[in-house]
């Protein structure tokens, strides 16, 4: 063998050798002094809304969202976001070797912004099961007394231009709507008014200027509603393939699925807090799709945010929103509200609360917003 041919074998051996390190190194693999070999490495991804927020990676400022990170040792980092006039949000995160890891943040404004939404009082407000149709009550004597619905759709969030106006279905002139308890309709298209022993069925779509009492047929309807909603459920249910979570699902006492159906919220029991007399929700969340299940913080009532990732926590005079795992509490409101009553718009931009200040014009009871954006 020549010593130009052996020349020649050795620098293609040479070439191969530095082309598969290349590969190797271009794919996030490092040289390990401490394990004398090559090992892989992770990538992080971070997007935030808003974007370009500082990205703190074991309290060293690294980069701005949104952004991949490479080359990650595998192992627990702690990530922390931050813009100014936003809560900050952290999370212990574990990069896994050649395994990409996407976080999604949504920051909060520190200082929300709360403006009036309406300006004759309301009572007794109901959330429609489908989370569209909030349904309330304008108390006499004002002009336009009775029950009104705020009707909202994905594409087209609630807003609060002259031709978006909430809609009344019902004038109480010669029926009192005052005092009435609203129940919606399963498919969200229809509402029973109780009044003393009479009960009024009403479409939620229109004006009903000569309501229906249909006290007679009361128990069948009511009925009918809660055979459908049932259905409902056991439907989405049904449609778990994991049996454990499908079995989780079927036997807990409450059930709340979040709007994109990937995730659920269950409770077995409620809660009493013995020293305060109240009681108290305790859920966990379980992934479908990750086949995963997180505690929440106990709370008066939880609430899905519509986007499926956060979900508002209900307490004593505080409103926070947590991630759907339970972390990153941030306390979005802090002051009095009514009936533990939280309307989240379908977008995820705002909230509504029920309130009132002690000054003459704004005693009353209204509908706040707050935003969240």
Not at 176 to 205: C, H, M, P, R
Request: hydrophobic share 40%.
């Amino acid at each position: 063998m020549s010593k130009r041919f052996l020349f020649t074998i050795l620098t293609l051996v040479l070439i191969a050798v530095i082309g598969a390190l290349a590969i190797f190194l271009a794919k996030g693999y490092t040289f390990s002094t401490k394990e004398k070999r090559i090992v892989g490495t992770g990538i992080l991804t971070i997007t935030s809304e808003p974007d370009a927020a500082s990205v703190f990676i074991d309290g060293h400022l690294t980069t701005a969202t949104n952004t991949t990170i490479a080359s990650l040792a595998p192992k627990d980092y702690t990530v922390k976001i931050v813009k100014e006039g936003l809560i900050p949000w952290e999370r212990k995160i574990t990069i896994k070797e050649g395994l990409v890891t996407d976080i999604k943040v949504r920051l909060f404004p520190a200082i929300p912004t709360i403006y009036p939404l309406t300006f004759s009082g309301i009572t007794a407000p109901v959330l429609s099961p489908d989370n569209s149709k909030l349904a309330y009550i304008v108390p006499m004597p004002a002009k336009k007394a009775g029950i009104w619905i705020w009707t909202q759709s994905r594409s087209q969030p609630i807003s609060f231009a002259r031709s978006a106006e909430p809609h009344q279905i019902a004038q109480s002139q010669f029926i009192d709507f005052s005092k009435a308890t609203l129940q919606w309709s399963a498919d969200s298209k229809q509402i029973i008014a109780k009044v003393g022993a009479n009960n009024y069925l009403l479409d939620a779509e229109k004006l009903n200027t000569d309501p229906r009492d249909i006290t007679p047929m009361l128990d069948i309807t009511v009925k009918d509603w809660e055979e459908d909603a049932r259905s409902q459920d056991e439907s989405l249910i049904l449609a778990i393939k994991d049996t454990n979570l499908r079995r989780i699902a079927s036997a807990s006492a409450t059930v709340r699925w979040s709007p994109d159906g990937t995730k659920f919220m269950a409770r077995k029991e409620k809660l009493t807090d013995k020293d305060k007399g109240k009681v108290i929700e305790d859920f966990k969340v379980y992934d479908i799709d990750e086949r995963k299940e997180y505690p929440l913080p106990a709370a008066r009532s939880h609430v899905w945010l519509p986007d499926s990732r956060h979900i508002i926590l209900v307490e004593d005079q505080t409103i926070s929103i947590v991630d759907f795992d339970g972390t990153n509490k941030a306390v979005i409101y802090a002051g009095s509200f009514q009936d533990n009553f939280v309307f989240p718009w379908l977008d995820s931009s705002r909230l509504a609360i029920i309130t009132s200040f002690p000054t003459p014009t704004a005693s009353e009871p209204n509908l706040y917003g707050i935003n969240l954006k």
